[in-house]
Every structure is written in C-alpha cells, then in structure tokens.
C-alpha cells in the first residue's frame, strides 16, 4: 500500500519506515525538511506541504508530535490540518500514534495527545487510535538525566510497562495491514514494573555504584501513576524486555 509517515525522522519514525518497506509498502516519510530517503516535506505547524504530503496515501500513520516545544499547535491544530488536507473522496486509513494514560494521566502534553484522539474520532475518517507505552529507549533517557552524580532519584511507586521501539514499529506494521477499529488499540511491553526497579536495572548497567532513592510525588500525578494510569490494561505486547534492552 501507499503508506505516509508523519514523524518519520523521529526515534519511532526511523524504526517504523524500514519495517513498512520490509513488508512491502510504498512509504513515504514526512517531516519538517523532508529529510530522508522517501522524504517529503509537511509541517503541522503551519499546515505547509500536507496535502502534497498526504495525497494519494491509503494509510497514514501520524506519529509526528512536539512533546518539548508547542503540543497544543502541532498535535492538536496539526492534527485537525492534517485531517483537512486529506482528499475526502478517496479517505486514507488514519492511525494515530498515542500513548497509554492519555485520558488518565494529569500532564498538559497527554491532555493534548489525549485531544488530538478526539479531533481524528471526530473527523469521520477510517481511523485507529494506537495508544503506546514509554519506549525503552526514551525511558533510558529520562533515568540518565534524572542522576545526580551517585544518586538516582525516582518516583515511589510509580507502575509502567516500557516497550522496545521495534516492538512498537512492528505492531504497527500489522495495524497497517488491518482494517480500521474506528477506536483505541494499546500496546505495552512484556513486563509490568515499579520505576524504583527500572531505575536499579538501569543503574546496575549503566551506573554501577549509583543508589537509587524512591520519594514520593504528591499530588494527582503521583496518584495517578501509582494507580497504573499509564499501564495498558489490554491488547498487544512487545517480546524485548528492560533487561534485554539494558544488555542489548
Ligand atoms: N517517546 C516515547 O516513549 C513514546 C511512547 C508512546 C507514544 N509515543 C508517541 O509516539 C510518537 C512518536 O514519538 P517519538 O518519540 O518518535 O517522537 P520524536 O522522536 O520526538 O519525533 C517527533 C517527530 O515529529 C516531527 N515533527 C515535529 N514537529 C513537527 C511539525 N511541526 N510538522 C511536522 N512534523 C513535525 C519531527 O520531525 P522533524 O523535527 O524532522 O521535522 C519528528 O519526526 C509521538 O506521537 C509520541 O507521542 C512516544
């Protein structure tokens, strides 16, 4: 199939659009300067490029986001561009890449993912809703910066299920090839966790010596997470562990 990756430069992006080809679709991957082989060019922001972008597409896989700069302009507004720039006439099957707690979790980032969910359900387009956990890779990240020097600080008794990017790209590839739920869908790695033990695992690797200190966060955030809000409570899991990622 004629497939377009929104976001195909970032860290899932770049796993997802070789797996695509792999299987056998036409993919193109856009972004902000078209960068890449299959690269076209399509910036949310302004709405610049995308019906070029999406034109012709029988999928398109929206996984492009900016968590760190203007979520509200690019997820939510972008999206609701994105969806105006699709030919009505010939409508594309909409995946949207979102994360597990979006509608649970007290983060103004997930309001906004959770709010780009209800511009595409709106939309009445054929579309899935692909709701992810933390990638292993984003959560090696978070726990390097999160180190002061010896000490490893984390929240108490925080509960996630981190999944491996390929994992992630790989469950798509199928949602892909399938019909649209006309809903949500999630995805979360093998194994459910305590931040605390993620953060040991990881310090053992890649910081021996370092002591992890578990604080408690108060609030909704902290209760919220506790209570498993950004744990699936359904649907796929990926194989690759935290363990396995770590000694990868
Ligand atoms: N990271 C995680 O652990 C995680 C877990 C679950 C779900 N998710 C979701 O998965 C998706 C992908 O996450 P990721 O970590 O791969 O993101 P990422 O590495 O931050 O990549 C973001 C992508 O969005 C594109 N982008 C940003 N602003 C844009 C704009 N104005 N117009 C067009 N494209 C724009 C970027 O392209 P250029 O900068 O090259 O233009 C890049 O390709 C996101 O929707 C995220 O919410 C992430």
Do not use: C
């Not at 972008?53 to 996984?63: D, P």
């Not at 609701?80 to 509608?103: C, F, K, M």
């Amino acid at each position: 199939m004629e497939v377009l990756v929104t976001g195909g430069t970032g860290r899932l992006g770049q796993e997802l659009v070789p797996q695509l080809r792999d299987a056998g679709h036409q993919v193109r991957s856009m972004s902000r300067r078209g960068a890449g082989p299959g690269g076209v060019r399509g910036d949310l922001a302004t709405g610049r490029d995308l019906a070029h972008a999406v034109a012709g597409a029988e999928v398109v896989v929206h996984a492009a986001s900016d968590p760190r700069g203007n979520p509200w302009e690019v997820d939510v507004a972008g999206t609701r561009r994105l969806v105006e720039a699709v030919d009505r006439s010939r409508p594309p099957h909409l995946v949207l890449v979102s994360i597990v707690g979006v509608d649970r979790v007290p983060l103004s980032y997930y309001r906004a993912k959770y709010a780009a969910e209800q511009v595409l359900l709106a939309s009445g387009l054929p579309v899935t809703l692909v709701r992810i956990t933390q990638f292993h890779g984003f959560v090696d990240e978070l726990l390097a910066t999160a180190r002061r020097g010896p000490l490893l600080p984390v929240p108490m008794g925080w509960r996630a299920q981190p999944v491996d990017v390929a994992d992630a790209a790989a469950h798509l590839v199928e949602v892909v090839a399938a019909a649209p739920s006309g809903g949500v869908v999630e995805l979360g790695g093998p194994e459910e966790h305590s931040v605390a033990d993620l953060a040991r695992a990881w310090a053992a690797v890649r910081a021996p010596g370092a002591r992890v200190i578990a604080t408690p966060v108060p609030g909704r955030l902290g209760a919220a997470l506790r209570e498993g809000a950004a744990v699936p409570a359904r649907g796929a899991r990926g194989r690759r562990t935290w363990a396995e990622h770590l000694h990868g």
